[in-house]
């Protein structure tokens, strides 16, 4: 059931891709300001988003097993952390390049740029530490209790590197460069990428949530064959 | 009351066997002046870029000795089964935690004094003018430092990779400690005039100290389980 | 100036998929290496129960 959920998502999710890389290479223009480069920001900014919104839904899986003590919490919020962080990657590589075009830089310590690392550099070693936790009950409670010192701390990182940063100005900073108001057409596209690349998420989280459920399963199946042996 | 009567006994157990042994404070003294040695070589700074560096210097010398501190904390528990007595015990969880991490505390904030004198020896730079204002600086930032110290400490006791995970975990973690406590550092280093946003690093600070000890608080029994 | 807009926009869309492919081609090899292992355990927990069942 779970499988027919995610293919079918996927299927939605390619139609979707399809149809939007079909406006944006042959229908749209290219930007005024910035050619044809600001187009990587319909996979940019949707990656940042998704990134950033499962970070704090994992937040709530991790306080929901706290509470319940069900695997299946876990399991969704590693799932739904692994698929977060790679989009974050795609986030902060996409930008890059972006940047070294449009800024002419590779990098910047902005409060955006910094903070998204951060985040990065905070769910990776939560990845890290389950890799070397094999005890599932050690690692569910252990992984629950980073992710939500992980999620306080980026809303601390945010504000805090937001206030460090406009002490030392830098390059004037957001890749909405126009002030914030999108083409119509630009922005419909927009949505729909967004809508696309969340979809492609959950598919992910899905099939990773079940390979989490089967590695719990031959874990048990593991003891029991010790035990009876 | 009665958590931090319990939580100041575990501390005082924890400071009297590490005063005994002193292998904690003299590997992280040692590892801290060996730091600043090589800070002198990797930048050689002179008097102008001591003020403009000499506070992340700092701080970063006390988070690389701090992890050695905090490392141990709840890893000489292991032997002897030592921790599975103090969880067996009628001492809460929280005051266990807090008491571990105030031991931390103490022995950080003597390797924080042992490097700053140090600090000030190596690179010429005179902390006496406002060392009480320092004090408090190091003592809110090693407070956080200890704390979060004492939580993944207590969660990676018994993990084979623990020397490794525990500073990738916590260093991330500490990011908006450190600016803060480095941009106070900094002021009270370079005895220049406070500016209104000194007054938002030091709100910082406070608040990142009074969330992540709450949250420390509210997860104990998480955290600590038998 | 414009050559270079497109090498890089090129360039950003293919970091992009490349890493969704990467991850996905991980996903695909850990699933299999999963299922391969659950149907190892369930034949030896399987053999176990049909000695269990004999004696």
């Excluded at chain 1, 598919?203 to 399963?217: G, H, K, M, P």
């Excluded at chain 2, 292998?23 to 001591?50: H, M, R, T």
Aim: glycine share 6%; proline share 3%.
């Amino acid at each position: 059931m779970r499988e027919k959920i995610a293919i079918g998502l996927s299927v939605v999710a390619a139609a979707l891709l399809a149809y939007n890389l079909y406006q944006m290479f042959m229908v749209l223009p290219d930007e005024a300001l910035q050619g044809a480069i600001y187009r990587i920001l319909f996979f940019h900014a949707p990656a940042a988003m998704v990134g950033m919104v499962g970070y704090f839904v994992a937040l709530a899986f991790s306080v929901l097993y706290l509470t319940g003590k069900n695997f299946l919490y876990d399991s969704l919020a590693a799932s739904v952390i692994e698929v977060s962080l790679v989009f974050s990657i795609i986030n902060l590589v996409t930008g890059s390049l972006w940047g070294r075009i449009i800024w002419g830089i590779w990098w910047t310590w902005d409060a955006r740029l910094t903070s998204a690392l951060v985040c990065v550099l905070i769910f990776f070693g939560y990845l890290m530490m389950r890799r070397a936790v094999d005890e599932p009950t050690q690692r569910a409670r252990l992984s629950s209790a980073l992710c939500i010192f992980g999620c306080v701390d980026v809303v601390i990182v945010y504000k805090s590197i937001d206030w460090f940063r406009t002490q030392h100005p830098g390059p004037v900073l957001d890749f909405r460069t126009g002030g914030g108001k999108m083409d119509p057409a630009m922005a419909n596209i927009f949505w729909l990428n967004f809508l696309a690349i969340l979809l492609m998420a959950i598919a992910l989280v899905l099939v990773r949530t079940r390979q989490e459920s089967t590695a719990r399963e031959i874990d048990s199946l593991r003891r029991l064959a010790h035990a009876a042996a | 009351m009665r958590t931090v009567k319990h939580a100041l006994l575990i501390a005082r157990k924890d400071l009297a066997v590490e005063l005994r042994t002193k292998e904690s404070l003299n590997a992280a003294g040692a590892f801290a002046i060996v730091i600043l040695v090589l800070f002198s070589f990797a930048f050689d700074p002179g008097p102008e870029e001591v003020r403009e560096i000499g506070g992340g210097l700092l701080w970063l010398v006390f988070l690389f000795a701090g992890a050695l501190v905090f490392n141990r904390s709840f890893a000489r528990e292991l032997p002897n089964d030592c921790l599975d007595t103090l969880l067996a015990s009628p001492l809460s969880a929280g005051s266990l935690l807090v008491g571990k991490a105030f031991a931390n505390f103490v022995m950080l904030l003597a390797i924080d004094l042992v490097s700053l004198v140090v600090f000030g020896i190596f690179f010429n730079v005179n902390w006496t003018r406002h060392v009480w204002e320092l004090g408090v600086v190091f003592a809110l930032g090693t407070w956080g430092i200890s704390i979060l110290g004492a939580v993944f400490g207590a969660l990676t006791v018994d993990l084979r990779l623990r020397e490794l995970m525990l500073p990738v975990i916590i260093y991330p973690l500490l990011i908006p400690l450190l600016i803060a406590a480095i941009e106070l550092t900094k002021l009270l280093l370079s005895n220049g005039p406070p500016s209104p946003s000194d007054f938002l690093w030091a709100k910082m600070l406070i608040v990142f100290d009074v969330v992540f000890t709450a949250l420390a608080l509210a997860l104990a029994d998480t955290i600590l389980v038998n | 100036m414009d050559a270079r807009n497109f090498t890089f926009m090129f360039y950003g869309f293919l970091a992009a998929w490349l890493i969704v492919l990467l991850y996905v081609i991980a996903l695909a090899r850990r699933g299999a290496r999963l299922k391969k292992e659950l149907d190892e355990v369930k034949k030896i927990t399987g053999q176990i129960e049909q000695h269990a069942d004999r004696s």
